[in-house]
């Protein structure tokens, strides 16, 4: 029973435009949120994260939005550069745990 | 800061024989390490919590008789795979902390590979 979804294996968008990756949880304990960046055959890189008393976190290029009540949150990538191709990981943790549950991970492909 | 080294960055072995994979917190302690695998086209799954100067946590369904922790400081995790299987190939990742602040840091992964 996967906690934390990515259904769309991956995603190509041109250089320049706007990258969403998608995420949905099921479980309402949930309650931080992280994206994770990761290249083959390397450990996973630390985007950005959320919690859940906000609905929208921006670091430069990179907001993510958390809608509690969908379950659902999103990465935006605006405007997407080809170094941004790579595998995306959304992952979350309960309670102040420090365990993450990731989703399947999605490869994100942008263009020149 | 909070840099963390895997090691080693791939290995192959017989079947039936044990590797040994270290993680080190280079710039920091961490009295938690945790160990993640990573099947292809899959997600990273938990397999254990390693805890410094105590036994390790084990993820439902991971055997701690062939997946040995050991975290005897604060900044060296180790996981053995003990008589080594083909279906053990993967790839093994392990992560650590500073603070609880989530922002975890990641080891550069180990492709075991057994033949």
């Known amino acids: 029973d996967q906690q934390v979804k990515q259904n769309s294996p991956s995603l190509s968008v041109q250089e320049g435009r706007i990258s969403i990756l998608n995420c949905d949880y099921t479980n309402s304990m949930f309650d931080y949120f992280l994206w994770y960046k990761k290249y083959p055959a390397e450990g996973p890189t630390f985007l950005i994260s959320i919690s859940s008393i906000k609905d929208k976190n921006e670091d430069g290029r990179f907001t993510v939005f958390l809608n509690k009540s969908a379950k659902h949150l999103s990465l935006h990538i605006v405007p997407s550069q080809p170094g941004d191709s790579a595998v995306y990981f959304c992952?979350?943790?309960?309670?102040?745990?420090?365990?993450?549950?990731f989703g399947k991970g999605m490869k994100l492909t942008v263009n020149p | 800061g909070a840099v963390v080294s895997q090691h080693p960055s791939w290995v192959i072995c017989k079947s039936g024989t044990s590797v040994k994979i270290e993680c080190r917190s280079l710039d920091f302690q961490a009295t938690t390490m945790f160990w993640y695998r990573q099947f292809p086209k899959q997600s990273l799954m938990l397999m254990a919590t390693?805890?410094?100067?105590?036994?390790?946590?084990?993820e439902q369904g991971v055997e701690k008789d062939k997946f040995l922790i050991n975290h005897a400081s604060l900044t060296l995790s180790t996981l053995t795979v003990t008589s080594a299987h083909p279906e053990d190939s993967s790839f093994y990742i392990c992560?650590?902390?500073?603070?609880?602040?989530?922002?975890?840091?990641f080891g550069s992964g180990t492709r075991l590979t057994v033949v």
């Open positions: 992560s650590a902390s500073p603070v609880h602040n989530y922002g975890y840091t």
């Open positions: 992952a979350a943790s309960e309670g102040g745990s420090e365990k993450l549950v």
């Open positions: 390693s805890n410094e100067g105590s036994k390790a946590t084990y």
